[in-house]
């Protein structure tokens, strides 16, 4: 798939960089992961390896300070953990099995990084409340905030995947379009990256409709370039959360058809992505700037990580 992806999917026009401290972010978020139990030597702990959290973070944010690029990383290898617990693990089978476990997680959420956290919220739990802490330790409320809403958005996209999965029910194209931008956990990392950067414009500028457009132009990037890059392992998934099977469904298209209709779908937005980048680089607003550039570097760094990272091989 790898080499569809390459010969098919235009190459984000961004300098591919790579943080310099990714190799020791690599061990120190492994670690990271087992003391919290989130995985244990064998399977586990391999899969994670293999899924490279601290490649992809290093280049997303490939300029930020140690720490925050540390958290992000430690984000990313929850995020892996949780997908795969749903994906491979059977968590994600039925609602039912997932509810209790989305539940503990959002009462962690409902916290905000404050207090201790309860035994019963598990692992996971306890993992994602370090995170919170973590985030609320740097005094950025609006950006905890905004951290806490998207993680709580995501949970909840995994119940609508889990339901999917029960009832055998494929989603349509425009559905899956829109919560591929929730379970894909995009947006959680968007804000850690944020959190790196010294002059991050205020509420106003960041509810400008024209910046709100980029971030989900760039968050669809992601997931697209995720969707056919990763379509080999997922293609005998019976739940078909991938861009490639929910188009070849409603369309009616044959496989190849439908892998060329998905990285036109990449091209195209990437088109419109540079497009509407262009218009704000115009105005000059230093902080706008900023935000671009973090968008800039996650959706190269998708397109680099996954031409290397193991998950997918």
Request: aromatic share 6%; hydrophobic share 45%.
């Amino acid at each position: 798939m790898r080499t569809f992806a390459v010969s098919a999917l235009r190459e984000p026009p961004f300098p591919a960089r790579r943080h310099d401290s990714t190799d020791r972010l690599t061990g120190e978020s492994t670690a990271w992961a087992q003391s919290f139990g989130l995985i244990e030597s064998g399977h586990r702990l391999s899969r994670l390896r293999r899924a490279d959290a601290a490649g992809l973070a290093g280049r997303a944010a490939p300029d930020g300070p140690l720490d925050e690029v540390r958290l992000l990383t430690d984000l990313i290898s929850w995020l892996f953990v949780m997908d795969d617990a749903c994906d491979e693990d059977g968590l994600g089978a039925a609602p039912t099995r997932l509810a209790p476990v989305v539940a503990k997680l959002l009462d962690v959420l409902d916290g905000h990084g404050e207090g201790p956290v309860t035994p019963s919220a598990g692992p996971l739990g306890a993992a994602l409340h370090d995170l919170c802490r973590r985030v609320r330790a740097h005094g950025r409320s609006a950006l905890l905030l905004r951290f806490v809403s998207r993680v709580r958005d995501y949970l909840l996209a995994l119940l609508w995947e889990a339901s999917n999965r029960e009832h055998g029910r494929a989603p349509g194209v425009a559905e899956y379009v829109q919560m591929r931008r929730h379970t894909g956990g995009v947006h959680p990392s968007f804000a850690l990256t944020d959190l790196a950067l010294a002059g991050f414009p205020g509420a106003a500028t960041r509810t400008e409709p024209a910046l709100l457009t980029v971030d989900t132009l760039a968050a669809d990037l992601v997931c697209w370039c995720n969707d056919v890059f990763s379509y080999s392992k997922e293609r005998s998934a019976p739940d078909g959360h991938n861009l490639v099977t929910v188009i070849a469904r409603e369309s009616g298209r044959d496989e190849l058809a439908a892998l060329h209709a998905a990285a036109d779908r990449f091209n195209d937005t990437l088109s419109a992505y540079l497009a509407a980048e262009a218009e704000l680089l115009a105005a000059g607003d230093p902080a706008v700037n900023q935000v671009l550039a973090a968008r800039r570097n996650w959706v190269r760094a998708t397109y680099d990580w996954s031409l290397v990272a193991a998950r997918y091989a």
